[in-house]
């Protein structure tokens, strides 16, 4: 074993959490297979063999935005060929009732009123309270902030009174101001987007976290990104989940090429290895495609997200991946990998356990597996709420 490998299981062994040096080191190690290995021990000391996934629909319900960040080709301007806006009735079209989480976030819309958004939810709950919203990133939530002149507190407030249950981890980018500087400087930086997690937290709103990798970031600030959010953690206990995302290029130049898949796992495992508190670690199948994400479950990944029904963010950027996944194809990819299928809802209460079916294994392509459902223990509990 590597020395550096040698050295991170035996503090793992005794209880003590990664510093900076050792997941730097981490970084540089040429053996992926023994640090897959390591984050996959940690994985399942503590999930098992479950490999999570949920029934749910991003939206996006409108593209234009008032910044015009250099890294991303998502956001537009009114009046552009390619810039849309939903009415509510059009966000309420793409929700249906086997959804248990709609994730929605857009661009910074200049001029719609604060009670479109808190309308869209009561629009939402309305017609499908069961489904949880996961909704508006922190820089989303700091720009409703100051338009509409409301705390902090008080935005999130009013969004849970409509249905909010939860933020999505988006907006974070790297957590470096030389980046910021360079590729979004007029977004939120570090401290605002750390302080509105935390605000969340404390109103006893969950929330996820992500990093943006594989642009012009080194590897010193990935790692101070994910010591930034640990940090965090220990204090309100608030993260489900770490989300890392790989950067899809597009059309901006920023880079030539998406980060490798070896530098994807890399960055999976050692995500797993430093958050000894944050339960979640989730190989995004959408920027790694669905073959790493299968893989990414034994570098340490318990979750590969969900069915997500129609991708606009990173497809605005030519991502390879298809827009969306059903059922049967995620629970196909996780038995595949060897792990068992655990249908979750937006904070990870469990929903249905789908069990072994070895007959599914060797699946040709195009056929659904059976699905053999086992409701889970928490299926009465969770089921009414
Ligand atoms: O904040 C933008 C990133 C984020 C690109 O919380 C890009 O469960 C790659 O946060 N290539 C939004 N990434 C998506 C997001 C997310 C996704 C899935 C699950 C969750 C969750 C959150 O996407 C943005 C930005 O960091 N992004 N453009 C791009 N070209």
Redesign the pocket.
């Known amino acids: 074993m590597e020395p550096i490998l040698e050295r991170v299981a035996h503090r793992l062994q005794r209880g003590q959490r990664l510093g900076r040096a050792e997941a730097l080191e981490l970084f540089e190690t040429p053996d992926v297979i023994g640090l897959g290995r390591l984050a996959d021990q940690i994985k399942r000391a503590r999930w098992s063999d479950r490999a999570h996934f949920v029934i749910n629909r991003q939206i996006n319900p409108s593209n234009v935005c008032v910044l015009s960040c250099r890294?991303?080709?998502?956001a537009t301007k009114r009046g552009r060929p390619n810039a849309y806006e939903m009415t509510i009735q059009e966000v309420l079209e793409r929700c249906s009732p086997e959804l248990r989480e709609v994730?929605i976030?857009g661009g910074l819309h200049p001029d719609w009123p604060w009670d479109y958004y808190l309308d869209m939810f009561r629009a939402i709950k309305r017609e499908f309270p069961h489904i949880q919203i996961?909704a508006w990133?922190a820089?989303e939530i700091d720009y409703f902030s100051k338009k509409f002149r409301l705390s902090v507190e008080e935005v999130l407030q009013q969004l849970r009174a409509v249905g909010l249950t939860a933020l999505?981890?988006?907006?974070?980018?790297v957590f470096s101001e030389r980046v910021r500087k360079a590729l979004f400087p007029f977004k939120i930086g570090a401290p605002r987007w750390l302080e509105i997690h935390r605000i969340a937290h404390r109103l006893g709103i969950p929330s996820?976290a992500?990093l943006?990798y594989g642009h012009m970031e080194t590897v010193e600030e990935r790692v101070d990104h994910l010591l930034k959010l640990r940090e965090l953690q220990d204090e309100t206990n608030g993260f489900m989940?770490f989300?890392p995302?790989?950067?899809?290029?597009?059309k901006?130049q920023v880079v030539r090429r998406q980060a490798s898949a070896i530098d994807d796992l890399k960055t999976i495992a050692i995500a797993r290895l430093v958050f000894d508190n944050v339960p979640h670690i989730?190989a995004?199948w959408?920027?790694m495609g669905e073959e790493i994400a299968s893989v990414a479950l034994h570098f340490g990944a318990d979750d590969i997200?969900g069915t997500i029904g129609e991708e606009r963010?990173?497809h605005?950027?030519d991502?390879a991946s298809p827009v969306s996944l059903t059922r049967g194809r995620l629970v196909e990819l996780i038995r595949e990998s060897g792990c068992t299928p655990v249908e979750r809802d937006a904070v990870y209460d469990t929903r249905q356990v789908y069990d072994h079916d070895p007959s599914t294994r060797l699946t040709t392509a195009g056929r659904e597996p059976s699905l053999r459902v086992v409701p889970s223990k928490a299926e009465s509990r969770v089921e009414g709420r």
Not at 71 to 74: I, L, N, P
Not at 168 to 173: F, I, L, Q, S
Not at 245 to 250: H, I, N, R, T
């Open positions: 890294f991303c080709d998502f994730h976030v996961k990133t820089v999505p981890g988006g907006g974070a980018e996820n992500t943006l989940s989300i995302l790989a950067y899809q290029p597009g901006t989730k995004y959408v920027t997200d963010i990173m605005a950027a991502a």
